[in-house]
């Protein structure tokens, strides 16, 4: 293992919070549009390139946070056999994920992204070609996602559910929505998070 330096996670929160909840932004701004339009080469229907893109969003979080507790606890485990302070064990093991953040196995985390999205059952492709064209935009959001852990506290992205009531705390509507609608019919765009409580809305879908 690496050098650590003790203290380093606490003493960058509140900066690296805010770096990430920009990069968030941006991945909703630019990378998200940018799989939408490469996408619409293969699929016509705008409700299934949307659902693809929010699945690939969710999974992404999910995919990340996995690997960051297997990681976490590597990292405990052989940290913990020389630790003698002055910094508490969780804290020069969050200190050492920061700072090594590029030990993080993403190209792990884009594969399982992609096998749980062969496996959805609300998203279709066309047979001859593989989600793995929107990998660059899953590789990013796992980056994304895997360092949120490392922030105190950690950010995660709202649960959202087809037929959910919609809620203007949690989500802004799509342009071709029903704005009637008390219903959401599909997700665009997951909500960050921070112990429940929406930091960025998201982008939800509503019809009768």
Known sequence: L????????????????????????????????????FLRTYISDTEM????IYIAAVESFHAAKMAYRQFKI???????????????LEDTVLDYIVRHDDLYDVQASVNEVIRSMNIS????????????????????????A?????????????????????????YHRSFDSDFTAALVAYHVWPALM????????????TKR
């Open 74 to 88: 590597r990292v405990r485990e052989t940290l913990s056999i020389g630790h003698s302070g002055p910094e508490s």
């Open 49 to 52: 390139v949307q659902r693809i």
């Open 121 to 144: 059952p609300k998203i279709s492709f066309p047979p001859e070609i593989d989600f793995i064209v929107i990998s660059t935009l899953i590789r990013e959001l796992c980056r994304v």
């Open 194 to 205: 921070e112990n429940d409580v929406v930091i960025v809305k998201g982008e939800a879908v």
């Open 146 to 170: 895997f360092s949120m852990q490392t922030l105190i506290p950690p950010l995660d992205i709202a649960f959202g559910t087809d037929g959910e009531l919609y809620s203007e705390t949690k």
């Open 2 to 37: 690496r050098s650590c330096s003790p203290g380093r996670a606490r003493r960058t929160n509140a900066s690296r919070r805010a770096g990430l909840v920009a990069r968030f932004g941006d991945l909703y701004a630019r990378e998200r549009l940018d799989a939408e339009t």
